[in-house]
């Protein structure tokens, strides 16, 4: 059987590589002409762990190969999965301009039965618009082709995308048929050899699950995240909290970590994008609207906590920024907290000094050049006559810094930590104005009042 991956992006080249690493055939096709042809020669255009091993090999052995061209694969395939973008429409809608045109690209291709498998995060009801649009442009083909439309949400986390595509939690299943359902638990049955974790349901249930995890993911930072404001205020220390907390098992620790609010591709675009569909419904959702404001707040946070400590005196001052992509373990900067803290620099006239380990490159893609804003090959770089260092994506190799050194190239002695990577008794022992997420500063000036 060979599988056709619509879109190469994270979600669809992780799914395309991990297909063929468990003996699949699998086509990758995508519109981008440019990422087709870098991968073509084994380059690979985003930065995901392993991923690049798992391509090479399986494109040498035959497995994977990669096209922009609907007319030589769409012929050759039984099942089709899309994994297009669907990113948020200015109304917070989630736009569904991309699967559309895939799913019209292959049905009007289409020479032999079909399953189209939607991955693509998209809003409940989807699967029974693609199905009516596959059936009109069947029809003014004269063609009576059976098809089916399933959907099978991904839950894949970058960073860690192609561990966990090759051993997911579960595999959701939307759909009524039985004969596809056992084609999809076909397919994914290399992934099963420890344990089943195929989860079969209608479509519309599937399609919910995937906003309902998100939108539960978002609501437990935005949690933890109204929890450390507290506690900045009352004395309390937000990683014995969560310590605590996690500790229940009815809780767990995952998700619980304070920061500077969730970022990347999916959770805010899904927590908007459900609310968006609340509404439609004449739903309120207030839980969700409270999680969103929080989270736009939290984003705010390190600069303010910035300004606050050089009393609004920004003009001039420089701060260097370590880690620019939404998380670390990828090059994603899609709704990157950094963004918003570069922004609120500028705009107040600080220069900032940018080093992230892996993303520079897409995040000089995104960021409009300016006069304030140099490119650094590393922290000290970064560093380097800087008043103020503020972590914001907490990168491995930021765990250990050499803070003597980076003290050294320092013109001040601030450090605003967004991911409480350090013992603030320990950044005072080494001589740094400490400020963190969630734990009264040592340093003597007041926290913020939110
Ligand atoms: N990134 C994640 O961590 C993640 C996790 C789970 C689910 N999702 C969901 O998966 C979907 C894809 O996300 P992504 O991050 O991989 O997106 P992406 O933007 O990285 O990749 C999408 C790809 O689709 C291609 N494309 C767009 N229209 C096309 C068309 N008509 N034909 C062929 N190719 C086309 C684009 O060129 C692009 O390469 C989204 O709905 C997202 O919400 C993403």
Redesign the pocket.
């Known amino acids: 059987m060979v599988l056709l991956v619509?879109?190469?992006?994270?979600?669809?080249?992780v799914t395309g590589a991990c297909l063929a690493e468990m003996g699949h055939t699998v086509i990758c096709?995508?519109?981008?002409q440019e990422?087709i042809q870098a991968l073509q020669k084994g380059k690979i255009p985003?930065y995901e762990p392993g991923l690049e091993e798992f391509v090479i090999r399986n494109t040498a052995d035959g497995r994977l190969q990669f096209t922009d061209s609907y007319e030589m694969t769409v012929s050759q395939a039984e099942v089709c999965f899309m994994?297009?973008?669907?990113?948020s429409g200015e109304d917070g809608s989630?736009s569904l301009d991309?699967l559309f045109?895939?799913v019209r690209?292959v049905a009007e291709l289409a020479k032999r039965p079909m399953i189209y498998v939607n991955?693509?995060?998209?809003p409940v009801g989807t699967c029974a618009k693609v199905t009516q649009l596959i059936q009109s442009i069947y029809k003014s083909r004269n063609l009576t082709l059976p098809f089916e439309v399933v959907s099978n949400?991904?839950?894949?986390?970058?960073g860690n995308?192609v561990q966990d595509c090759m051993k997911p939690d579960r595999i959701i299943i939307g759909t009524q048929s039985d004969e596809a359902g056992e084609v999809m638990k076909s397919i994914y049955a290399p992934f099963m050899v420890c344990r089943e974790r195929v989860i079969i349901m209608d479509p519309l249930s599937a399609e919910m699950t995937?906003y309902a995890a998100n939108s539960m993911l978002a609501t437990r930072i935005s949690f933890m995240n109204e929890m450390a404001s507290l506690c900045e205020n009352n004395g309390a220390d937000i990683n014995k909290v969560r310590i605590g907390m996690g500790a229940d098992t009815r809780i767990g620790y995952t998700y619980l970590y304070p920061g500077l609010g969730y970022g990347?591709?999916?959770l805010p675009?899904?927590v908007r994008a459900l609310r968006y569909q609340a509404a439609e419904h004449d739903v309120s959702m207030p839980l969700l609207a409270a999680v969103e404001d929080i989270n736009e707040r939290q984003k705010q946070l390190l600069g303010d906590k910035i300004t606050h400590y050089f009393d609004g005196e920004m003009d001039g001052k420089i701060v260097g920024i370590l880690g620019l992509s939404f998380k670390p373990g990828t090059d994603?900067m899609r709704d990157a907290p950094s963004l918003i803290l570069i922004k609120q620099l500028l705009a107040l006239g600080a220069k900032v000094q940018l080093y992230d380990p892996v993303a520079n490159h897409a995040a000089s893609q995104i960021i409009p050049d300016h006069e304030n804003i140099s490119w650094c090959e590393s922290e000290i770089e970064a560093a380097r006559d800087s008043d103020a260092l503020a972590l914001v994506t907490e990168w491995k190799q930021f765990r250990f810094l050499n803070f003597t050194a980076l003290l050294e190239n320092m013109r001040g002695t601030a450090f605003f930590d967004g991911r409480n990577q350090y013992d603030p008794k320990e950044m005072a022992k080494r001589g740094f104005d400490y400020f963190c997420i969630g734990r009264k500063p040592l340093h003597t000036k007041a926290p913020i009042q939110n």
Not at 6 to 13: F, P, R, S
């Open positions: 619509v879109g190469t992006g994270y979600v669809g080249l096709l995508d519109i981008n990422k985003i994994a297009v973008d669907t990113p989630a991309s045109s895939a690209s991955k693509s995060t998209v949400p991904e839950f894949l986390k970058e995308a995937k990347g591709s999916c675009k899904d994603d």
